[in-house]
Structure formats: structure tokens, C-alpha cells
């Protein structure tokens, strides 16, 4: 499995941004994704996640409500919308994959990363 994410830019406070996360040689749909970010000097942190088969969302107390996770199964792909941007949102943007329906919210259970995508809010 080959991961690939996009989408991350500098950006105001209070604006949107769509991050895109292509899962090139999933061979199975029981499997989930997840967003994780690392900012600076902090431990790599679960954002949201989502489950292949279902689509069951699951998300960071911090971003609930301003992000979403959706998919689209047909392109292998999986976004994450974030809207109302804040500067604490600041960080590289990852997307993992494991096989397994579980979304772990942390880091070690995910055997598959992409090469991360940088987003910066600006206050």
C-alpha cells in the first residue's frame, strides 16, 4: 500500500482546507484510515479516522465539528475537510492505513503512512 496526501498550504484563521489522502494497492475493505498531525516539538496526534467498509467517522475532541472525514471508495481516496481554521491547527498532516476495521487513535496501530502534507493557519 502507497500513500499519498495532498492538499496542506498556508492559510488565515477561520478558512478551509481540503486534505486528500490516495490509498494506491488497498487489497482489502476491512481496513480503516487515519489522519493524524505532528507539530513541532509534540507527539504525533490522532485527528480522524474512518472505517473503508461503513464509513463509521471517528474524530479528535479538538477538531469535532470543524473537521470531517468522508471517502470515496472508487478513487481510493480519503479527505479530510477542515473548516474554521485555527493557528493551534498548525502542524504536518498525515494519513496512515491498517487493515483491520478499528480506528486506533494512536499512531503505532497504523502500518501504512504517507509522506505528510504541511498545513499552516496564520493568526
Known amino acids: 500500500v502507497q500513500l499519498q496526501a495532498s492538499g496542506g498550504g498556508l492559510v488565515q484563521a477561520g478558512d478551509s482546507l481540503r486534505l486528500s489522502c490516495v490509498a494506491s494497492g488497498r487489497t482489502s475493505n476491512d481496513a480503516a484510515t487515519g489522519w493524524f498531525r505532528q507539530a513541532p516539538g509534540k507527539e504525533r496526534e490522532f485527528v480522524a479516522g474512518?472505517?473503508?467498509?461503513?464509513?463509521?467517522?471517528y474524530y479528535a475532541d479538538s477538531v469535532k465539528g470543524r473537521f470531517t472525514i468522508s471517502k470515496n471508495s472508487a478513487k481510493n481516496t480519503v479527505y479530510l475537510q477542515m473548516n474554521s481554521l485555527k493557528p493551534e491547527d498548525t502542524a504536518v498532516y498525515y494519513c496512515a492505513l491498517r487493515y483491520g476495521s478499528t480506528v486506533h487513535r494512536t499512531a503505532q496501530w497504523y502500518g501504512y503512512w504517507g509522506q505528510g502534507t504541511q498545513v499552516t493557519v496564520s493568526s
Open positions: 474512518i472505517r473503508w467498509s461503513g464509513g463509521n467517522q
